[in-house]
């Protein structure tokens, strides 16, 4: 059943290229304002979902209900949505102007109305100086605004974007995506992007799913995504972390290399092999001994600006060096060398642990 407080409601989707499944029973609620990425590897299915909703795809079986109206079967034209692709789609033969103004012309607006509608769209994405230049003559950036202020110049209730960020270099798509993340609190319009970077969905989206082969591996903010990940695939996919091998011994505590590793609560018995997920930022360098305390020789260290990202051999992680981010708040010059011995920490607050699948 649709969710009566969702937009957009997605019900057991599937979408089948030949053999190859490439959606797999797919079910989703997105809020009205709200702002959601479909985050996954290559080949995971975040862009076929978003092609199926848009009715560039039809799916093979299932539901997609848009503002309480079953859409899965309407013609793209008949769908209420703006779309910015990756490589922005602007037509090269024409103006900024008219390339914002192409859909609006399309729908037999009257010129004067054209004219002011662009108008408000070019000073919305900052570019009014830009009105007659071509796309040739713009940035990336630049492009990208043009093609939003395009997708958006309906006035349409969705908004999609795939991989709108990827084709910019690193520094004008942080600061890109800020800017995106503004222009979606001025407009309030239900938005779904997908991308592949993980720290772009963090930073922007209020709520993420993580896809893996045309699967929902998990959905959530992006605090309980990263905190909280439901499987070893969302915890490495997501951010950086280490896996430690271990058994449990009782409800709170697990042998990992015949020590024991406390840990606040698990749901599995005794003897259960497991798998300890330990992010960077929670293996904390100890002065002495105590509870969770190992010991590990430094192999590399890396200096990231704000932080040291120490790699340790440790025998708890007998096949790779074991991760540890030490914030540089101070002792800045006092500096960790490749060859010293040192204990850390693991902090039972910040450790998630899965079932082995062997």
């Known amino acids: ?134 796309p040739s003559q713009l940035s990336g950036g630049e492009q990208q605004r043009i093609a939003l202020a395009r997708a958006i110049a309906t006035s349409p209730n969705l908004l999609l974007l795939d991989e709108p960020l990827s084709a910019l270099d690193a520094k004008v798509r942080v600061h890109l995506r800020q800017e995106l993340k503004n222009f979606h609190r001025r407009l309030g319009l239900t938005t779904v992007m997908v991308t592949h970077d993980q720290e772009e969905a963090l930073s922007i989206a209020d709520r993420i799913f993580v896809m893996d082969s045309g699967k929902i591996m998990q959905s959530g903010t992006p605090e309980d995504i990263y905190a909280n990940s439901s499987n070893p695939f969302v915890a490495n996919f997501i951010g950086m972390t280490n896996f430690i091998e271990g058994q449990v011994l009782d409800e709170d505590s697990i042998k990992v290399d015949n020590q024991q590793i406390a840990i606040n609560s698990h ?7 497991v798998i300890i997920a330990a992010r960077p930022e929670y293996v904390q360098l100890a002065e002495k001994n105590s509870s969770n305390t190992f010991v590990g020789r430094v192999v590399d260290v890396e200096f990231l600006g704000s932080f040291l990202r120490i790699h340790l051999e440790t025998s708890i992680m007998p096949d790779q060096p074991l991760i540890a981010d030490k914030p540089m708040i101070d002792n800045f010059s006092k500096s960790v060398a490749i060859g010293d011995n040192l204990n850390f920490t693991l902090s039972p607050n910040h450790l998630n642990v899965y079932e082995c699948d062997n």
């Open 1 to 134: 059943m649709e969710n009566v407080n969702s937009y957009l409601s997605i019900r057991n989707l599937n979408k089948y290229f030949g053999k190859f499944l490439a959606l797999d029973d797919v079910s989703i609620d997105i809020s009205p304002g709200e702002f959601v990425c479909f985050l996954g590897p290559s080949g995971c299915g975040k862009t076929t979902l978003l092609r199926c909703i848009a009715g560039l795809e039809v799916q093979s079986s299932g539901t997609i209900i848009q503002n309480s109206e079953i859409i899965s079967d309407l013609p793209t034209s008949q769908r209420d949505f703006g779309i910015v692709f990756q490589s922005y789609a602007l037509f090269p033969n024409l103006s900024c102007f008219h390339n914002i103004a192409y859909g609006l012309e399309n729908l037999g607006w009257e010129k004067q109305d054209v004219t002011k509608r662009v108008d408000e769209l070019l000073s919305l994405v900052g570019l009014s100086d830009h009105s007659a230049k071509y």
């Open 267 to 273: 749901s599995y018995k005794k003897g259960t092999k």
